[in-house]
């Protein structure tokens, strides 16, 4: 079934460098959601990129999203130690849905 | 309002007790959905209202679980006869008007059963 799936699952990186994650799904979608959860905490909204984009922006953060390769990669510039968190990716099921489906995240730990 | 809210932000209950968990969602958010998030987990999907219409429920996991949202904006999940394996986080997510837009999450309910 359709599944955001994020690669790597736990990443640890040095204050200030980059940090990439990445996405991957099964089937076609609509568009996907990238999500932010610290610890103990909700999900707060990162960026959402539709189908017929390939790359978005929104501060430090770079989304690309490849269709037909079925992958998505969230990029962090200049990383800071309150970017610790989980990372979510949540592709549509299927094209014209409203339902997200989640993988387990990738856990990232920026060292200060 | 600023965001969605959840209410309570923590909830035990002993094994066999019925539990309702209240969301209040963005003010003029047509869309409200629930979710389940277990430890280590992504959220899974529970049920999706649109307005006070339940349009999808195919996530429940058992007949133990009911939602309701009967005017259309503040949504409750109510679980009777709470197991030890409804253990979980329970999130709300509305959006402005189709589901397919961006879903906005309040903190969640933490439910511990006993």
């Known amino acids: 079934s359709q599944q955001g799936e994020e690669d790597p699952q736990a990443l640890s990186i040095q204050e200030g460098e980059n940090a990439t994650m990445n996405c991957s799904y099964k089937t076609s979608i609509n568009n996907l959601q990238w999500y932010r959860q610290n610890s103990g905490r909700g999900l707060v909204h990162l960026i959402l990129?539709?189908?017929?984009?390939r790359e978005k922006h929104s501060g430090r953060l770079r989304v690309t999203l490849d269709t037909s390769k079925k992958s998505s990669s969230l990029l962090i510039t200049a990383s800071r130690a309150a970017d610790t968190a989980s990372y979510f990716c949540?592709?549509?099921?299927?094209?014209?849905?409203?339902?997200?489906?989640f993988g387990t995240g990738t856990r990232l730990k920026v060292l200060a | 309002g600023a965001g969605v809210s959840q209410s309570p932000r923590y909830k035990v209950a002993k094994r066999g007790q019925d539990v309702a968990l209240r969301c209040d969602p963005i003010s003029g958010h047509v869309s409200l959905f629930w979710y389940q998030q277990a430890l280590g987990q992504g959220p899974e999907f529970l049920t999706y209202?649109?307005?006070?219409?339940?349009?999808?429920k195919s996530g429940l996991p058992s007949d133990r679980f009911f939602a309701e949202r009967p005017e259309g904006s503040v949504s409750t999940l109510k679980i009777q006869r709470t197991q030890q394996e409804d253990s979980a986080v329970y999130l709300c997510?509305?959006?402005?008007?189709?589901?397919?837009?961006?879903?906005?999450f309040g903190p969640g309910t933490r439910l511990t059963v006993l």
């Open positions: 997510a509305s959006s402005l008007d189709r589901g397919t837009d961006t879903q906005y």
């Open positions: 990129i539709r189908s017929n984009e």
């Open positions: 949540a592709p549509s099921e299927g094209s014209g849905t409203y339902k997200y489906i």
């Open positions: 209202f649109q307005n006070e219409a339940q349009l999808d």
